[in-house]
């Protein structure tokens, strides 16, 4: 099922088309189902690098430490999602719900925002060097603090 890679750092877990699909379709019967049916989508330490996610029902999946590098999140509900210490480097998180995320100390570097609902979004840690389409907005909405690396505004 899923396969397992060693890196210097930590071990990542592979997934395929058809497993991601899978995975999806079984995160929805959860969510719609507040837990009772399906399985809550869990993609800890997957390697997801320019993975296709646009406008899935995400919410309270978890992504920590996932590499997303490049993944096309646009329009994807990530509310109360764990993205804790994920490589969102790239990221296509345009009109995405971030609504009390868990994002801190992910790689946001070069992420695209525009548009997305950023409230309460933890970003504690997080890297949003050259963020873009990123406003003072929706900073003011999410949770940050001296550690988070901000885009100059």
Same mark, same amino acid.
């Given at each position: 099922?899923?396969?397992?890679?060693?890196?210097?750092?930590?071990?990542?877990?592979?997934?395929?088309?058809? &497993?991601?699909?899978?995975?999806?379709?079984?995160?929805?019967?959860?969510?719609?189902?507040? @837990?009772?049916e399906?399985?809550?989508?869990?993609?800890?330490k997957?390697?997801l690098?320019?993975?296709?996610?646009?406008?899935a =029902?995400?919410?309270?999946?978890?992504?920590?430490?996932?590499?997303?590098?490049?993944?096309?999140?646009?329009?994807?509900?990530?509310?109360?999602?764990?993205? &804790?210490g994920?490589?969102?480097?790239?990221? =296509?998180?345009?009109?995405?719900?971030?609504? =009390?995320? =868990?994002?801190?100390?992910?790689?946001?570097?070069?992420?695209?925002?525009?548009e997305?609902?950023?409230?309460?979004?933890?970003?504690? @840690?997080?890297?949003?060097?050259?963020?873009?389409?990123?406003?003072?907005?929706?900073?003011?909405?999410?949770?940050?603090?001296?550690t988070?690396?901000?885009?100059?505004?």
């Open positions: 099922m899923n396969k397992d890679t060693e890196s210097p750092n930590t071990a990542q877990r592979e997934f395929t088309k058809e &497993e991601i699909k899978k995975s999806l379709n079984h995160h929805v019967k959860w969510v719609l189902s507040n @837990g009772k399906g399985k809550m989508a869990d993609f800890q997957a390697h690098k320019g993975a296709v996610f646009m406008g =029902n995400l919410r309270q999946a978890n992504f920590q430490g996932a590499h997303l590098y490049g993944a096309y999140l646009k329009k994807t509900d990530l509310e109360n999602a764990n993205l &804790e994920a490589n969102l480097r790239g990221a =296509n998180l345009r009109w995405a719900n971030l609504k =009390n995320a =868990n994002l801190k100390n992910a790689n946001l570097v070069r992420a695209d925002f525009q997305a609902n950023m409230e309460h979004a933890q970003l504690q @840690g997080a890297n949003l060097k050259m963020a873009v389409g990123l406003t003072r907005e929706q900073i003011e909405m999410a949770e940050v603090d001296e988070t690396v901000l885009p100059p505004t």
